[in-house]
């Protein structure tokens, strides 16, 4: 499984962007395809995850109710949109892939896409 994230860029706090993840492999069925974060001097964190299968959503509460994920079953995309940002949403943002339901620890995830940059500026 190969895994591309882009979309990442430099917004004012307040603002959105959405964020892509492009997958190789043709059927995620049972996977779960998550996004992670880190910060300059901090551990990665996870972010937001969706079930392949049925699209049920995960989120941090850092970031519940500002993000949403979704996915394009047709496109074999993952997205992830976030309005609201703050200056602490700033990190590199990597979109990751396990086999089962989803788990919010970066080390259950085999899969990882190189990571795309975002910065919110106050």
């Known amino acids: 499984v190969q895994l591309q994230a882009s979309g990442g860029g430099l917004v004012q706090a307040g603002g959105s962007l959405r964020l892509s993840c492009a997958a190789s492999?043709?059927?995620?069925?049972?996977?779960?395809v998550g996004w992670f974060r880190q910060a300059p001097g901090k551990e990665r964190e996870f972010v937001a995850a969706?079930?392949?299968?049925?699209?049920?959503?995960y989120y941090a509460d850092s970031v519940k109710g500002r993000f949403t994920v979704s996915r394009d079953i047709a496109k074999n995309m993952v997205y992830l949109q976030m309005n609201s940002l703050k200056p602490e949403d700033t990190a590199v943002y990597y979109c990751?892939?396990?086999?089962?339901?989803?788990?919010?620890?970066?080390?259950?995830?085999?899969?990882w896409g190189q990571g795309t940059q975002v910065t919110v500026s106050s």
């Open positions: 990751a892939a396990r086999m089962g339901t989803y788990s919010t620890s970066q080390y259950n995830y085999g899969y």
């Open positions: 492999r043709r059927t995620f069925g049972s996977y779960t």
């Open positions: 969706i079930w392949w299968s049925n699209g049920t959503p």
